[in-house]
């Protein structure tokens, strides 16, 4: 098929979750017994998405798009020579990790292209619908499609096919008109007792995996920015699914509201973006010939004429002195890298609360409370591989600088969580602290320049993860606990969940032979992280406390190694701990199964190439490396810093020793678990009573939760309660004083002068009227003699009267004074009459 139709194939299987999500919110109660039809149509949904997903890539993508070859599917190559993106004379201090590299190439190979900064990956953008211009500003729902977003498509709809198969069979429960919730205790002792909610749940599932794959697709930032937030909103609803329980209602809140610290620093990055690049997207948007018609942040920051290299543009160092003040000509202030330190880092504080990463690493354990699907979701698929994805995407903007503030974090995160796993004793919350250890690496991987290998693992984890956390569901629906401490001997009962169990805890410690290519997914993944490490680790020599970030993951790989099979030892081995529960304990039935054994068999070969092809993940992974980004860098606020080029790490002496830490360190784990859970020989009691401490510190993760508590929580209580005390005393009794003020003054109003003056002149009026009235009453007496005479008397009056007027105007009118010929005539007639 042509590439033209990859946006419309991928938009399709984007878009038939939110269409199942519609249909089930408008007529869920309706689909078949107590909703029944609703798992079968957000199934459906989800299934089909998944169809199109894979038809996108091996029908469109593929053809389309040749592969490179992959460098972590391959055996170990031979030494490679080093070439960083900078010249020794760029950095007054340069590693001796790369003059000894360079020294070492010199003369022997020609060929480093790959080690050159590469142009921009293959990819896809466009615009499906235009929301709003505001400017300069588009607010566009758009894509933005490469080999990274192809592959995402894939795993998420896999993985959540797979979940919803499960869900239908592990929230059967919830298909009971009369559901008891055992876990919620009434006033009057009993449980409580609703109406089932299975139609909801998958409602809520169907807008869960949109989310997730609007976040994937997106073409820009504010885009993925909407869809960030919708995934925090259905992870609220599904955390919180048992919303009677208080432990559920609080376990969604702090999801939610320890989220939103994380997407405060976001929107500051994002600000920082727009105020110096004045757009959102992500890449270049062309026109129909093919014409950039506006320059994505991508080709902003590495355009072709700087080579790809990271280079703040002309508006966005204005932007930066604007800040950070012009500085001089003797000491410039190099205002764009700062800018662009503030951007790598606000964003990534948006990843660090949704990935729970260390500070905001406390929510993803008590997310626990959600049904068992969920945290599959959530854990592997969903809402914690966001963080990591939107890391990996926006890999070019961030600066070494950066990358440094994410590489500690995932280290400080990856190995506080791996110890707090060791105590845990509730099967779920093991694998939750195991997840967030493991987001640790994979930020950790990005951090020191491992792009593919941090993507890698995101994928292979994703697998594993989301397998363990439905063995842990089933064990839970066979035995009706999540503590460990009443389980064990359950592979007798439930041989399909413990072998597939066993294989997920074998894909996260990385088994396989070391040296060789053969192993289980997390072998391959983790050890591409371990040799990442060990390249940053050369080639940061002159500070030794980098030396931690090659020291703590192989660290946390041992310990996660211990944990893991602690947790399988104390479910599936030794003799059962509660004969009760055992001897109710089954298989799960098959729609429970199935779902198991499909995610075993990618957990164990994920990592494979496809036999007689350079076709793999990491070959896909390396044809989305992104722009300028293969050549590692230097930093340009911490000059002596150094992040190596990817490909450095699979130098043969740099694969075999990190191999082989690796290795030793899964190993030591596994032995340290088998020696105090399966063969007994020390008392794992006795040796928690010997370090009693430590382990107090532990089980208590930390102290985290209380410190938290009282940092933040209790100062914010005790403001919200004075200022609750000063709204009702103060606030609440000058609105009071004021009501009872003017109520009184109404009073008075209406006593003196509405009641006196303005009711007396009316009632005054109304009386005369009144006695007027009763007055001219008298003379309707009903005697027509007497109407007659009234009427004579009237008449003879009104004559009187108009006699009167006649007489008093024409008398006046009549008599004016007689002129001297009037007079002359009047005194000739009267001669003459005489």
């Known amino acids: 098929m042509d590439i033209e139709v990859l946006p419309n194939l991928l938009a399709t299987a984007w878009l038939l979750p939110l269409a ?94 790959h080690l050159k900064p590469n142009p921009a990956p293959p990819y896809e953008t466009g ?40 869900a239908i069979g592990y929230m059967h429960d919830e298909l009971h008109e009369d559901y008891v919730d055992h876990e919620v205790t009434l006033a009057s002792g009993g449980h409580l007792h609703r109406k089932g909610r299975f139609y909801r749940f998958f409602q809520y599932l169907s807008l869960f995996c949109f989310s997730m794959l609007g976040i994937v697709i997106a073409g820009n930032v504010a885009m993925a920015f909407v869809f960030w937030e919708l995934v925090g909103i259905c992870s609220y609803f599904l955390i919180g699914f048992y919303i009677e329980r208080q ?125 068992t699907p969920v945290s599959a979701l959530v854990h592997s698929a ?62 950790l991987a990005l951090g020191i320049g491992g792009w593919s290998a941090g993507m890698f693992h995101l994928i292979t984890h994703a697998f594993f993860k989301s397998l363990l956390f439905l063995c842990s569901g089933s064990v839970i629906h066979a035995v009706h606990t999540n503590d460990m401490t009443f389980m064990g001997g359950l592979r007798k009962k439930m041989p399909v969940t413990a072998f597939t169990m066993l294989v997920g805890c074998l894909a996260i410690i990385g088994a396989g ?21 060990w390249s940053f680790a050369g080639a940061n020599r002159s500070h030794p406390l980098l030396s931690i970030l090659l020291f703590a993951p192989a660290a946390g790989a041992a310990i996660t190694a211990f944990y893991m099979f602690r947790l399988w030892y104390m479910t599936f081995a030794g003799e059962p701990r509660d004969h009760h529960r055992y001897d109710h304990a089954h298989e799960s039935p098959r729609v429970m199964t199935m ?60 694969k075999f020793k990190a191999g082989m830490l690796a ?21 794992p009691a006795e040796i928690r009573d010997s370090f009693k401490p430590l382990y107090k510190f532990l089980w208590n993760k930390w102290w985290f939760d209380e410190l938290y508590d009282a940092i933040f929580v209790k100062p914010v209580m005790l403001v919200s309660n004075l200022a609750a005390k000063f709204d009702r005393s103060a606030i609440d009794g000058l609105i009071h004083g004021t009501a009872a003020t003017a109520k009184g003054a109404s009073k008075i109003v209406g006593h003196v002068f509405d009641q006196t003056v303005v009711d007396g002149t009316a009632n005054a ?47 006046a009118a009549s008599t004016p004074v007689p002129s001297a010929e009037v007079r002359n005539a009047s005194t000739v007639i009267s001669h003459h009459a005489r």
């Open 20 to 113: 199942s999500f519609v249909l089930i919110l408008f007529f869920g109660k309706r689909m078949g017994r107590h909703g029944e039809g609703a798992g079968k149509l957000a199934t459906a949904a989800i299934v089909t998405s998944s169809v199109l997903s894979f038809v996108a890539l091996f029908g469109v993508w593929l053809p389309n798009r040749k592969l490179p070859e992959p460098h972590h599917a391959s055996a170990p190559a031979e030494s490679a020579p080093v070439r960083l993106a900078s010249t020794p004379a760029d950095h007054p201090g340069p590693s001796p990790f790369r003059l000894a590299a360079e020294s070492h190439g010199a003369g022997e190979h020609d060929d480093h292209a």
């Open 127 to 166: 615009v499906f619908y235009n929301l709003a211009t505001f400017g300069k500003l588009k607010l566009d729902v758009s894509y933005y499609i490469d080999s990274l977003t192809v592959a995402m498509f894939c795993v998420v709809t896999l993985i959540a096919s797979c979940v919803h198969f499960y």
């Open 247 to 371: 432990s559920a209602c609080n376990a969604a809140n702090k999801a939610f509201i320890v989220n939103r610290i994380g997407d405060f620093g976001m929107l500051i990055g994002m600000m920082a973006l727009w105020s110096s690049l004045g757009t959102f997207a992500f890449g270049d948007l062309k026109n129909k010939e093919g014409e950039v018609v506006e320059q994505g942040i991508f080709s902003l920051v590495r355009s072709e004429d700087n080579e790809y290299a990271l280079e703040p543009t002309e508006s966005m160092e204005a932007e930066g002195r604007r800040i950070v003040g012009p500085g001089s000509d003797e000491k410039p202030n190099k205002a764009g890298h700062w800018l662009l330190l503030i951007a790598g880092v606000g964003i990534f504080c948006g990843c660090v609360g949704k990935s729970a990463q260390f500070p905001l690493h406390v929510w993803l354990p008590d997310a626990m409370e959600g049904p």
């Open 382 to 443: 969903t809402m914690v591989a966001a963080g990591v994805y939107l890391v990996g995407r926006f890999y070019p903007v961030f600066s070494p600088e950066a990358l440094l503030v994410i590489a500690v974090v995932g280290c400080i995160t990856l190995f506080i969580a791996a110890t707090i796993a060791i105590t845990a004793t509730d099967i779920k919350r093991v694998l939750a602290y195991s997840t967030v250890s493991q987001l640790g690496y994979m930020m």
């Open 513 to 533: 032979v070391p040296t060789t290519a053969f192993g289980l997914s997390g072998y391959y993944s983790k050890d591409a992280i371990i040799e990442q490490a």
């Open 595 to 654: 779902p198991l054994v499909v995610l075993a068999v990618f957990a164990i070969g994920v990592g494979w190439a496809v036999p007689g092809t350079n076709l793999s993940v990491t070959s896909l992974l390396e044809q989305a490396q992104p722009i300028g980004t293969a050549a590692g860098g230097s930093g340009e606020l911490f000059a002596a810093l150094d992040v190596p080029a990817e490909a450095l790490s699979h130098t043969r002496e740099i």
């Open 663 to 683: 290795f030793s360190a899964a190993a030591l784990g596994v032995l340290g678990a088998t020696i105090l859970y399966l063969w007994r020989l020390l008392n």
């Open 765 to 811: 009026i109304a009386n005369r009227t009144w006695d007027i009235g009763l007055l001219l009453k008298r003379l309707q007496t009903g005697k027509v003699r007497q109407y007659v005479l009234f009427i004579v008397m009237g008449t003879w009056l009104l004559y009187l009267a108009v006699s009167f007027l006649i007489v008093a105007r024409g008398g």
